[in-house]
Structures are given as C-alpha cells and as structure tokens.
C-alpha cells in the first residue's frame, strides 16, 4: 500500500460538508505498487469527500498525461487520459471492500488511505490499445516506416515489370479466346 501519509485522510476531525483534496502524481507512485507500464506519468487527481453524519462520499478525477510506448511502432508517446470514479464509505462490524463502489470500515477507525483507489483508478483509465496519434493521421516518422515505404515502392515496380516482359505470343491466344 501507500509507503507515505500523503494519501492517509483523517476523517475523524472533518467537519460535516464537503472538503477537497489535491495530489499531483509521477512514477514515484507508482513504484510503491510495482507498476511499471509508464516511462513518465504527470496526472492530477483532485478528491472531494462529503462528509455525511453516516457516511461518506468520495469523488475521486484525475486528468493528465501518462508516456508508453504505442503498441505499433513502439514509439514512446505521451497518452493523455482522465476518468473519474466515485465511492461510499460507511462503518460497519468488519473491514470489506468486496464492492468496488462501497467501502465498509470497522467502527473505531479514524482515517482512510486513498492511494490504492487513485492506482485503480488511473490504471484503468489507460486504453488497452495504445496507438500513436501520429500513426492515425499519418504524420508519424521513423525508421520502421521510412523501411516499409521503401519496400511497398519496390514491390510495385517489380509488378509493373513483369507486365512489360509478357510474351506476345500469349496476347494472340488471348485473342483466340476471346474470338468465340
């Protein structure tokens, strides 16, 4: 979990109302869960949290960008993403968060880590397909394709060559064919 108190919200001594908070994440976060899908990562997540006399409400946003390598050329690029999640939290007998929208804490507890529900959340956010927006419109350069290109030009100068050496006999049996 979270090797800081940064994501730790004492909930105890908020008062009744709404309250935000504000996290600015790098890798550095991620490390602390062993992910390592992003080169770099700069994302802001802002959480407001409702407090209610018998629960609360977390909204959790988060929007920035994250760089991986697209999974067709491999060309590192930054993915911008954003998403959002919400979650309930009430006191009960025993800890469970088996429902990914409700969380029940033990009664007595005071505070509340959000680190694990940020990774979550900002993990999911990412599109399984990773593609290069250079690679959609066109505009993407590299060596892979500069290759590609070469070979398609190649290939269509060799086609129109074996049209040119056709034998003229096979035209005078075409035509007899063709004849009937």
């Known amino acids: 979990m979270s090797k800081t108190k940064e994501f730790l919200?004492?909930?105890v001594g908020l008062k009744l109302g709404k309250h935000?908070?504000?996290?600015?994440?790098?890798?550095?976060?991620?490390?602390?869960?062993?992910?390592?899908?992003?080169?770099?990562?700069?994302?802001?997540v802002s959480l407001v949290l409702d407090k209610k006399s018998n629960m609360?409400?977390?909204?959790?946003?988060?929007?920035?960008?994250?760089?991986?390598?697209?999974?067709?050329?491999?060309?590192?690029f930054d993915l911008p993403i954003k998403g959002k999640m919400k979650l309930i939290v009430r006191c009960g007998d025993e800890f469970n968060n088996d429902n990914e929208e409700l969380l029940i804490l033990p009664h007595g507890e005071h505070e509340i880590d959000v680190a694990q529900y940020i990774y979550e959340m900002i993990a999911l956010s990412v599109p399984l397909k990773r593609v290069h927006?250079?690679?959609?419109?066109?505009?993407?350069?590299?060596?892979?394709?500069?290759?590609?290109?070469?070979?398609?030009?190649?290939?269509?100068?060799?086609?129109?060559?074996?049209?040119?050496?056709?034998?003229p006999r096979w035209d005078k049996l075409k035509k007899l064919l063709t004849d009937k």
């Open 9 to 11: 919200i004492p909930f």
């Open 20 to 44: 935000h908070f504000e996290y600015q994440i790098s890798n550095a976060f991620f490390e602390n869960f062993d992910y390592d899908e992003f080169q770099s990562s700069d994302i802001k």
């Open 56 to 76: 609360m409400e977390l909204d959790f946003k988060h929007k920035g960008t994250v760089n991986v390598p697209c999974d067709l050329t491999g060309e590192e």
């Open 133 to 167: 927006p250079g690679v959609k419109d066109g505009s993407l350069q590299t060596e892979a394709l500069t290759k590609l290109k070469e070979l398609t030009v190649k290939e269509q100068k060799e086609e129109s060559k074996q049209e040119e050496d056709i034998d």
